[in-house]
Structure formats: C-alpha cells, structure tokens
C-alpha cells in the first residue's frame, strides 16, 4: 500500500496546477490526497533497497527527507485551506479582499 507514496508528487503538482487555475476545492482535494499518499510510507515494512533492487530491506527509520516531503504536502494543504476559510463569512464583517471572496463563490 506504501508503495503509492511515489504518487504524491505528481499529485501535489496536479494540486499546484489547479490552485492556480483557480479551482481551489478540486486543488484543496489533490492537496489533501497528496499528504495522505506521503504518509501512507508510514506502512510500508521493507523496500527493495538492495544492491541489486531484487531483495528486500527492513526499514528500520525515517530520515529528514521523508519528514520534509511530508511536511512540504503539509504546508500546500495548510496554505490552500486558509485560503478557503479567509473567505468564511463571519457575522457582520467585511472581508479584507472580499472582491476574491466573490470570485470564488462565483466560480
């Protein structure tokens, strides 16, 4: 299952596409799909690392590159999810950029 971990780069990327496409819910939804697929590693038991690919490794932990691809997916969807909640409407308040806010619902 760990295995579909190498799937989230080309999802994140496809998220990027979107969000600047101005379909931030489809974008916001590959950004989320995209930071699960990085945590689904979290599962995977061994890896073919051996010399020849053939024979498989124990992983026995995660280094700091692992933990900066998740948290780069992290930060797409953290970033893409305020967008959305700044255009929350709250009781009797003006948006900063409620012009935006108005693109979005129209879209």
Not at 7 to 18: F, G, K, S
Not at 43 to 68: A, H, M, N, R, T
Not at 81 to 99: F, I, Y
Request: glycine share 8%; hydrophobic share 50%; aromatic share 10%.
């Amino acid at each position: 299952m760990g295995y579909a971990a190498w799937l989230a780069n080309p999802v994140i990327a496809i998220a990027w596409i979107l969000y600047l496409s101005d379909k931030q819910p489809a974008a916001l939804i590959s950004a989320v799909v995209s930071l699960g697929l990085t945590l689904s590693f979290l599962w995977v038991q061994d890896g073919p690392f051996g010399p020849k690919q053939l024979d498989p490794v124990p992983i026995i932990s995660y280094g700091i590159g692992y933990w900066l691809w998740v948290a780069s997916a992290a930060i797409v969807v953290a970033g893409m999810s305020a967008d959305k909640l700044r255009c929350l409407p709250v009781a009797g308040h003006r948006h900063v950029g409620e012009a935006d806010c108005a693109k979005d619902h129209t879209a």
